[in-house]
């Protein structure tokens, strides 16, 4: 693979209704729209960087700390919605592997994300598809609907999402599963055709964009990393993300 076929844009949107500026929401010192833009740049197999954003006070933040922003031109539902639309605007070539790493992920750690982009490639992953991160968690640790969970077939491939808990123990009580981290790998080609897609049903529901790609029948390989990355959504969130890096544990 070569280097320049890969590029990393985060999506980090100001307005949020729980955490208003999340981006630049400072967690130990540091806004997290950095945190995130270090971690995921410390991935060698990613040639470039840059963060997709709707407002000038990060794009301005950013460029201070020498990273690369670029202002999305329109709205956007989602993340990946945001994305595709930048990489519209940079006029990626289709074979391009584009990598999203959502903007509240602060401890995402670049060792998954060599090994999503490792394991797309290796195991030939189509233009038909796309790829994601899965965590195994203690099912007593994953009980909010913050922490979405999702099933899987023999290959690895994602069967459902959802904010439930599942799959459900009739009989006896599931001790792990597996919960789902806010990264996606795709190349432009699938990237341009997904963001054709109108919302699901589904998708609006749960308020899970992957939900979109499996309710238009295209596949989602899931890639299992030891490495949790928890995404901060509220103050308490916020506070959790400081207590694991004052204890290391990321």
Not at 154 to 178: C, H, M, T
Request: net charge negative; with cysteine.
């Amino acid at each position: 693979m070569k280097k320049c076929d890969v590029i990393a844009i985060i999506p980090a949107r100001w307005g949020s209704t729980r955490l208003p500026g999340k981006p630049l929401q400072m967690i130990a010192g540091k806004p997290m729209v950095q945190r995130v833009y270090e971690r995921t740049a410390q991935c060698p197999e990613i040639s470039r960087t840059l963060v997709a954003t709707d407002d000038q006070r990060i794009i301005d933040y950013v460029e201070q700390f020498g990273g690369q922003a670029i202002l999305s031109e329109g709205d956007y539902a989602t993340g990946s919605d945001r994305v595709a639309g930048v990489a519209r605007q940079l006029n990626l070539s289709d074979e391009t592997l584009v990598l999203n790493v959502q903007g509240d992920q602060p401890l995402v750690n670049p060792k998954s994300l060599s090994t999503l982009l490792q394991t797309y490639i290796q195991e030939g992953v189509t233009h038909k598809e796309m790829a994601t991160l899965g965590f195994m968690m203690p099912a007593a640790e994953a009980t909010n609907s913050g922490v979405v969970k999702m099933v899987l077939d023999k290959d690895d491939y994602a069967l459902y999402f959802s904010r439930a808990n599942i799959p459900f123990g009739r009989e006896n009580p599931v001790e792990q599963v597996y919960t789902h981290l806010g990264v996606y790998l795709y190349s432009h080609h699938f990237l341009k055709l997904s963001s054709q897609f109108p919302v699901g049903r589904l998708e609006d529901i749960e308020k899970l964009e992957q939900l979109r790609i499996l309710e238009n029948g295209y596949k989602i390989k899931v890639v299992n990393t030891d490495y949790d990355s928890p995404e901060v959504d509220t103050p308490e969130d916020v506070k959790k993300i400081e207590r694991l890096i004052e204890e290391g544990n990321f």
